[in-house]
């Protein structure tokens, strides 16, 4: 299971972290970072790689049967660290323009990463064994059913809007690269 916040503390720290050097990359260059120069192209990269860290990694262990690398409830603490700090790195990116598909993009990233916070607090709600396995025969039973059924139904919600983002991501990079890279 998920013992206390630490993962959202991390993820938090990082966000401080790149804020100032978001700071000072402002206070050196007196403007602020364009999506398409070294800083601005550079975090990202670096926040586009976090996310797909985000979308693969956790998914991957989960349903593995022979590789049982780490527990389940680690893997999910590092989901939720590059879960925030990959799309908050990708919004200091968009040098605050948000036109065409990638601005749909960015909103996907912001939705995707409220409906985290709402899936980790009912994930939270079911009690499981530190490798992140459900225990059965609890006191309120119906309590938890019903929060299984929530997850389920989260499920159905997270999972597409990660499919659209990465859709929407990979075609505004293609476009990026080819028009605001190549052929600069
Ligand atoms: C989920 C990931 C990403 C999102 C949501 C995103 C979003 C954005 C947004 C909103 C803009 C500003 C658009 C505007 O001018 O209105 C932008 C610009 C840009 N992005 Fe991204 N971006 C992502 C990842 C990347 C990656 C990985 C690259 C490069 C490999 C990249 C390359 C660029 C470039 C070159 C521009 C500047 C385009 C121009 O100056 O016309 N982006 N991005
Ligand atoms: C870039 C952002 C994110 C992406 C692309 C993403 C993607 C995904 C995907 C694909 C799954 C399904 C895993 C599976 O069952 O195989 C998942 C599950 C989950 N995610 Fe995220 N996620 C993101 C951010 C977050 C954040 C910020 C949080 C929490 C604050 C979060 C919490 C969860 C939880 C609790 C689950 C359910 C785990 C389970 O049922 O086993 N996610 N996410």
């Keep these: 299971m998920l013992r206390g916040n630490r993962e959202l503390w991390l993820a938090f720290l990082a966000m401080v972290l790149i804020t100032g050097l978001y700071g000072a990359v402002i206070a050196a260059t007196r403007e602020v970072p364009p999506a398409s120069e070294l800083f601005g192209h550079g975090i ?5 790689i976090f996310m797909l860290m985000t979308e693969t990694l956790y998914s991957l262990r989960k349903r593995s049967r022979t590789v ?3 527990r389940m409830s ?3 603490e590092f989901h939720i660290f590059t ?10 990116h968009t040098s605050w323009k ?5 601005g749909v993009s960015t909103l996907f990233a912001i939705i995707i990463v409220v409906s985290g916070f709402v899936g980790r607090y009912i994930f939270t709600r079911i009690p499981r064994t530190l490798d992140g396995l459900e225990i ?11 929060a299984r059924t929530l997850l389920a ?3 159905t919600v997270h999972i597409p809007i990660g499919m659209a983002l990465f859709v929407s991501a ?3 990079i293609g476009a990026a690269l080819y028009y605001a890279t190549l052929l600069k």
Excluded: C, D
Aim: proline share 2%; charged share 10%.
């Design 44 to 48: 990202g990269i670096v926040g586009f």
């Design 68 to 70: 049982r690398w780490g």
């Design 74 to 76: 680690t893997w999910l």
């Design 83 to 92: 879960g925030i700090a990959g799309p908050y790195m990708v919004l200091l």
């Design 98 to 102: 948000f036109n065409g598909l990638a």
């Design 136 to 146: 059965e025969g609890t006191l309120s039973q119906e309590a938890l059913k019903h």
């Design 153 to 155: 139904l989260w499920h």
């Design 170 to 172: 990979f075609v505004h």
